[in-house]
């Protein structure tokens, strides 16, 4: 069965520091993996996309990396802000399928 | 440009009753998706619908129906709410459901069902 998991399941730091989550999967054949932000009360918003063969892939102060052969990706915020606070979604979907399996996501919390 | 838009935003029923949750894109994509999500849960697909014309079933279709009306609008109807369809339901659009293409999400209609 197809499953991504996340960790942390939520985090908490201070405003300007840096954090970095963590997604593996076990989705096959992979096609694509993706990273969403979803603020409270709203929809998810996607933050960056990774195919087979991009390891690292930028977004202003977010970076991706992926690591295909450990089935492992990671989303790096630098210099994280009170607007950062919200729940981060991996998400990979399958080269045969229609369907994208969804991590539960790591909730977020920036303090001042 | 609105995006995705779902209505109503909030809804409280009566376990038994019915109701349609409307969902509307005006970004010419060719699929859409409903979308529930649970305290704790990733997002669960309950159904897709790849072209206008077509529908699939998800990963939770039970005690749900939808229509592709045409292609901007896809709606999701509960025939007779039970208290586990309390949930937020979000809908969302994406160019095809295959390939690199994002899938556009509208804000949510938080449901609970007494």
């Known amino acids: 069965k197809n499953q991504v998991e996340q960790s942390p399941q939520s985090l908490i730091i201070l405003e300007g520091k840096n954090c970095t989550l963590q997604c593996n999967y076990t989705v096959s054949p992979f096609s694509n993996l993706r990273w969403y932000k979803q603020d409270t009360g709203r929809g998810p918003v996607s933050l960056t996309i990774m195919t087979f063969s991009e390891n690292t892939k930028s977004n202003g102060r977010y970076t991706a990396t992926l690591d295909a052969d450990t089935k492992q990706s990671s989303l790096h915020i630098t210099a994280s802000q009170l607007s950062d606070s919200a729940s981060y979604i991996c998400?990979?979907?399958?080269?045969?399928?229609?369907?994208?399996?969804f991590g539960r996501g790591t909730s977020l919390i920036v303090h001042p | 440009n609105a995006g995705v838009t779902q209505t109503p935003k909030f809804q409280v029923l009566k376990t038994g009753q019915s109701m349609t949750l409307q969902c509307a894109q005006d970004?010419?994509?060719?699929?859409m998706y409903w979308y529930r999500q649970d305290p704790g849960m990733g997002l669960r697909l309950i159904y897709y619908?790849?072209?206008?014309?077509?529908?699939d079933k998800g990963e939770v279709p039970n005690g749900y129906n939808v229509s592709r009306l045409n292609k901007r609008e896809f709606s999701l109807r509960l025939e007779s709410a039970a208290p586990s369809q309390t949930s937020v339901y979000f809908c969302a659009s994406s160019e095809a459901t295959r390939s690199t293409y994002e899938q556009y999400f509208g804000p949510g209609t938080r449901l609970t069902v007494t």
């Open positions: 970004m010419n994509h060719n699929s």
């Open positions: 998400v990979v979907l399958s080269g045969g399928s229609y369907i994208p399996t």
């Open positions: 619908s790849a072209s206008e014309g077509t529908t």
